[in-house]
């Protein structure tokens, strides 16, 4: 089975800035089923991005995804006080632990 | 626009069964196009797949190891649901449990997600 590494476990920035989170998995993948999601307090997961790099509707322009084989990234390229959560990758039936952004 | 209605008990007792409903508007369980999937969220655990249950020509059920001998994954589709069972709980199984469509020809991601539903498993 597949296990999915995130790093930072945390990430401190300010709106405006740019968040660069990683996602790495333990053997090479097919790209076709990385997905990133956002959670807030007490929400689901909301889908951000699928197929490692395909922004699902109506997210907005800022995040973005790529990467393939075992390294995978998802930027936001100016941070939304909105933006603000926890970050999680996830592979078929697999989850990453979670990368927690916080306002510095 | 898809919903996910979760319904079921917010508390179970040690040794019993965990059962938990999650109604489909928007879409029918017997798609051939998503799989409908239950997922639970602990602070030990993190988020954990359990499992699955999707129609193609026929009913499929997909569950996780570490549960496998103890979960039911049923569909229902004179009322257009699905339900998840999990017999013999323990307090390690005490979670936020969501049920979740997984969308398979555009996205291969689980797309939409129930509102929740806290499960406490104490006596």
């Known amino acids: 089975e597949v296990v999915l590494t995130q790093s930072p476990g945390t990430l401190s920035l300010s709106p405006g800035e740019r968040a660069t989170l990683s996602c790495r998995a333990s053997?090479?993948?097919?790209?076709?089923?990385l997905a990133w999601y956002q959670q807030k307090p007490g929400q689901a997961p909301r889908l951000l991005i699928y197929?490692?790099?395909s922004r699902a509707t109506g997210i907005p322009d800022r995040f973005s995804g790529s990467g393939s084989g075992t390294d995978f990234t998802l930027t936001i390229s100016r941070l939304e006080p909105e933006d603000f959560a926890v970050y999680y990758c996830?592979?078929?039936?697999?989850f990453g632990q979670g990368t927690r952004l916080e306002i510095k | 626009q898809l919903q996910l209605q979760q319904s079921g008990p917010g508390l179970v007792k040690p040794s019993q069964t965990l059962s938990l409903t999650c109604a489909i508007s928007?879409?029918?369980?017997?798609?051939?196009?998503?799989?409908w999937n239950w997922i639970r969220q602990s602070p030990s655990r993190g988020l954990e797949w359990l499992g699955r249950?999707?129609?193609?020509?026929?009913?499929?059920?997909d569950y996780a190891v570490s549960v496998r001998s103890r979960i039911t994954i049923n569909p229902d589709t004179s009322k257009n649901q699905f339900s998840l069972q999990l017999n013999s709980v323990t307090p390690e199984d005490t979670a936020v449990y969501y049920c979740?469509?997984?969308?398979?020809?555009?996205?291969?991601?689980?797309?939409?997600w129930g509102q929740g539903t806290l499960v406490t498993v104490s006596s």
């Open positions: 979740a469509r997984e969308e398979i020809v555009a996205t291969s991601a689980i797309d939409y």
């Open positions: 928007g879409d029918s369980v017997s798609t051939n196009s998503a799989a």
């Open positions: 249950t999707y129609y193609r020509s026929k009913w499929y059920n």
């Open positions: 053997q090479s993948v097919s790209s076709g089923y």
């Open positions: 197929g490692a790099s």
């Open positions: 996830h592979l078929r039936i697999t």
